[in-house]
């Protein structure tokens, strides 16, 4: 029974994935090729309701790939770099 009970805590934590923009967009945008632009996928992020829960999960969950929460992984790094 435990384990239901940290599934479901797992689903309401990553619930803000059914409401961001970029679930409804391009996905390419978020991971561009090695020197391809950002632009696009940060325009989305600027506007999204989600942009605060995304980044806080790419944190956390160290993701090295793509745009969340409308940073690329360079500027995460220098983000974490920083609270340090």
Same mark, same amino acid.
């Given at each position: 029974?435990? &384990?239901l009970?940290?599934l &479901?805590?797992?689903?309401?934590?990553?619930?803000?994935? &059914?409401?961001?923009?970029?679930?409804?967009?391009?996905?390419?945008? *978020? *991971?561009?090729?090695?020197?391809?632009?950002?632009? &696009?996928? %940060?325009?989305?992020?600027?506007?999204?309701?989600?942009? /605060?829960?995304?980044l806080?999960?790419?944190?956390?969950?160290?993701?090295? *790939?793509?745009?969340?929460? /409308?940073?690329?992984?360079?500027?995460?790094?220098?983000? %974490? %770099? %920083?609270?340090?």
């Amino acid at each position: 029974m435990r &384990e239901l009970y940290l599934l &479901e805590d797992e689903a309401d934590e990553n619930s803000w994935q &059914e409401r961001a923009l970029c679930a409804q967009t391009d996905p390419e945008a *978020f *991971f561009p090729e090695k020197g391809g632009s950002t632009r &696009e996928a %940060k325009r989305v992020c600027l506007t999204c309701d989600v942009r /605060g829960s995304c980044l806080e999960y790419a944190l956390h969950n160290d993701e090295r *790939f793509g745009i969340w929460g /409308g940073l690329s992984e360079r500027e995460r790094r220098k983000l %974490k %770099k %920083k609270a340090v």
